[in-house]
């Protein structure tokens, strides 16, 4: 095939007009989120999330404020933590770290010094080690399969992006799961419960 | 100043291309190919290869300009992005063949003019793979490529609709790139 003949024939092809990247990554990630959502709901012992909703109080106050903090503009997700936990009108200016830090602080506040090092660890690190990376497989396949479809300049970067915000995904959907922060903030009496700040302060 | 004129110019046709505009489409890739095959000689020379292997790679890199197209921001320079999908093609050509060469970060704004004349010869480039193709993709791409067809001959010839003929021409090329991109050394 000369070139010219082939320029033709891509010129002919000009009309099939490819999607933008935006669409087949919102399709790919709905499957990835899905798959990785369904394992957590299998495997979670109390994750019969659709059936025991109602039983399952900490499981749906951590998903609504994840879906909230993902959701709301920084304002809203704000004032909503600190009316969560009570605290004074918060400042006017306010960004998405403020309602992780004050989770962090009030964490603090509950708990003795003696127990920060355990409480921070918690007491199922390796089952969390393992299970981050195994949540974040479906999304990063997702991720990967959209960015085969664009040109990155620095295909390295792109990656390395790409597994940051898959083991975000994996993290706070492990968050939602995780007995060790189960009993966040419960011993200061405050109602309101954050998922775990990590995924919070990545996303 | 030469290069930046020639990038808004390229950047205005390729916006008019992705707007569905063939013509201007057609005309970017004819000014694109000196440029392409200039930077391909440029590159494959040192590794001693021949003018017809730059051939096989312009001819690659138009297939993945083509295939790629949406993800060219239309705000951005056209320039880097052209540059990112050129080194990347040529660093497959120069893997395929088994070579480890350091590759110097290309400025198409220092043009080389002698990039202009194609091979008569050509021993390597897509048309060899296009007996891979699904038989009603291959008849198609043969058509409008060799036989320079438009898509409105293709229909007549073919009696296919017009939705027909486009995806089977856009597979087709798909598959011809991506048959470039497994090829064996």
Not at chain 1, 41 to 61: A, E, M, Q, V
Request: positive net charge; charged residues 20%; hydrophobic residues 45%.
């Amino acid at each position: 095939v000369k070139t010219d003949d082939l320029i033709r024939a891509l010129a002919a092809d000009c009309a099939t007009r490819p999607m933008s990247l935006r669409r087949p990554f919102t399709m790919a990630m709905i499957p990835g989120v899905a798959i990785a959502f369904a394992f957590i709901s299998r495997f979670s012992d109390r994750g019969r999330i659709f059936w025991g909703c109602s039983r399952n109080r900490d499981f749906c106050l951590r998903c609504a404020f994840l879906f909230c903090s993902l959701h709301l503009p920084h304002d809203w997700s704000c004032v909503l933590a600190s009316r969560a936990l009570k605290f004074a009108a918060p400042p006017p200016a306010c960004d998405r770290s403020r309602p992780a830090g004050a989770g962090i602080l009030a964490e603090l506040l509950s708990v003795p010094a003696g127990l920060w090092s355990q409480k921070l660890i918690g007491t199922n690190a390796l089952v969390c080690l393992k299970s981050i990376p195994f949540l974040g497989l479906a999304p990063l396949a997702a991720i990967l399969f959209c960015l085969r479809q664009g040109a990155p300049e620095h295909p390295a970067l792109a990656g390395a992006a790409a597994g940051l915000l898959a083991g975000a995904i994996g993290a706070a959907l492990y968050a939602t799961h995780c007995r060790t922060i189960r009993r966040f903030l419960s011993r200061s009496g405050i109602r309101w419960r954050l998922p775990s700040s990590p995924p919070l302060a990545l996303f | 100043v030469r290069g930046e004129e020639q990038e808004k110019q390229w950047a205005l046709l390729m916006r008019a291309g992705n707007a569905g505009d063939g013509d201007s489409y057609r005309r970017l890739l004819l000014l694109l190919t000196p440029v392409l095959r200039a930077n391909a000689r440029r590159g494959l020379a040192p590794a001693g290869m021949a003018d017809t292997d730059a051939e096989d790679v312009v001819q690659e890199n138009l297939l993945a300009i083509h295939l790629k197209r949406q993800s060219w921001d239309e705000e951005a320079p056209f320039g880097p992005w052209l540059r990112a999908i050129a080194r990347h093609k040529m660093i497959d050509a120069l893997r395929r063949r088994g070579r480890r060469i350091t590759l110097p970060v290309d400025d198409f704004s220092e043009v080389l003019t002698d990039g202009g004349a194609e091979p008569d010869m050509l021993v390597a480039d897509v048309g060899r793979h296009l007996e891979f193709l699904p038989p009603g993709q291959r008849t198609i791409v043969q058509a409008i490529a060799i036989d320079g067809a438009s898509i409105a001959d293709a229909v007549a010839r073919f009696s296919m609709t017009n939705g027909a003929v486009r995806v089977a021409l856009h597979r087709g090329l798909s598959a011809l790139a991506r048959k470039f991109r497994t090829e064996e050394p």
